[in-house]
């Protein structure tokens, strides 16, 4: 897990469990990266990431706050959608192989 993932997860579990608030507001972004053992540009993209995700917001010169709302998490997937996306993934992966095997052997036949 990246930094800015472990420190954006983090965030989310305080909220989850109530030790942040609704409304709450977080501490400046120096602060977190001091708190959380990150750099600040790794605690902004967390921020960001959780802003994104409906998890935080921004008011322009005061601050970063707990949302009011929660945003609803998606459900696991089922067994069958894993299935139906590592179907999809190995037919991706298919197709680039063949595409480099195209490249390769066109790049052969130029060098002669």
Same mark, same amino acid.
């Given at each position: ?20 608030k609704?409304? *709450?507001?977080? =501490? ?5 990266? $001091?708190?959380?053992?990150?750099? &600040?540009?790794? @605690?902004?993209? !967390? %921020? ?24 609803? *998490?998606?459900? =696991? ?5 894993? $299935?139906?996306?590592?179907?999809? &993934?190995?037919? @991706?992966?298919? !197709? %680039? ?11 052969r036949?130029?060098?002669?």
């Open positions: 897990m990246a930094p800015f993932e472990r420190v954006a997860e983090n965030i989310r579990q305080a909220i989850r469990s109530g030790r942040m609704p409304g *709450e507001k977080l =501490p400046s972004n120096r602060e977190l990266a $001091r708190q959380e053992g990150v750099s &600040l540009v790794t @605690t902004q993209k !967390a %921020l960001g990431v959780l802003q994104d995700e409906g998890w935080l917001v921004s008011r322009a010169s005061v601050g970063v706050y707990v949302n009011d709302t929660q945003p609803q *998490e998606a459900a =696991p997937e089922t067994l069958d959608d894993l $299935r139906r996306g590592f179907a999809e &993934l190995r037919a @991706t992966v298919t !197709a %680039l192989q063949e595409r480099i095997e195209g490249i390769e052997q066109r790049a036949q130029a060098d002669g």
